[in-house]
């Protein structure tokens, strides 16, 4: 079945520097790759998604890469600010169970701590 | 936004009680989704809808099931709810399979 890993630890860094999160996968090709950010008690947020076919993507201070011979994925907030503090959710898109129709398989998440 | 509405907000019931939640939205989104979320488990997929009528199990889908009689809706019920079922419930629509998933607020669910 499919596996995705994330970074389990929390990501501890200071104000300015470039926070780069890791996420993983097993057993399976997706045709693209979605990000999502989660603030607590709140649903996940998508911020960026990126296809098989693309090296990088980038959204203002946030870039993401995609390697699917190393099946991992990338992502990077430069010039990082206290309000970026938040979980970090990676996804999968995989076909259902009997429709065959897309889901999202989400990693656990890894949680970016950014201090002033 | 998706406009997505999720009801109850919170909710502490009895184990054996049966709950609904509800799931409501306003973007006529073809693809609708329950997730359960607990910690050291990520999010979880229990059940999803890819029409008016159409089903289908996730990861997690024992003990609940799930009915969408109109596009805009979706219920996840608990029919005879138990501890393990204590989590924090999202629901998440889907427009087109490379757009992103919108999600609700989450309900709060405690089954003691």
């Known amino acids: 079945s499919q596996k995705i890993e994330q970074n389990s630890e929390a990501l501890n860094i200071q104000e300015g520097k470039t926070a780069t999160l890791t996420c993983n996968y097993t057993?399976?090709?997706?045709?693209?790759l979605q990000w999502y950010r989660q603030d607590p008690g709140r649903g996940p947020v998508f911020l960026l998604l990126?296809?098989?076919?693309?090296k990088e993507k980038r959204k203002e201070r946030l870039k993401v890469t995609f390697d699917t011979t190393l099946k991992q994925s990338l992502f990077h907030i430069t010039a990082s600010q206290p309000a970026d503090s938040a979980t970090y959710l990676c996804?999968?898109?995989?076909?259902?169970?009997?429709?065959?129709?897309?889901?999202?398989?989400f990693g656990k998440g890894t949680m970016l701590l950014v201090s002033p | 936004d998706a406009g997505i509405t999720q009801s109850p907000r919170h909710k502490v019931t009895e184990t054996g009680t049966p709950v609904t939640l509800r799931c409501h939205q306003t973007?006529?989104?073809?693809?609708m989704y329950w997730y359960r979320q607990d910690p050291g488990h990520g999010l979880r997929l229990i059940h999803y809808?890819?029409?008016?009528?159409?089903?289908d199990k996730g990861e997690v889908s024992d003990g609940y099931s799930v009915s969408r009689s109109k596009t805009e809706d979706f219920l996840l019920t608990l029919e005879s709810a138990t501890s393990s079922q204590t989590s924090v419930y999202f629901c998440?629509?889907?427009?087109?399979?490379?757009?992103?998933?919108?999600f609700g607020d989450g309900t709060r669910l405690s089954i003691l």
């Open positions: 057993n399976y090709s997706p045709a693209y």
């Open positions: 973007e006529n989104h073809r693809y």
């Open positions: 996804a999968l898109d995989m076909p259902g169970v009997n429709s065959g129709y897309s889901t999202l398989t």
């Open positions: 990126i296809r098989e076919n693309e």
């Open positions: 809808s890819y029409g008016v009528k159409d089903t």
């Open positions: 998440a629509t889907w427009g087109q399979h490379n757009q992103p998933q919108h």
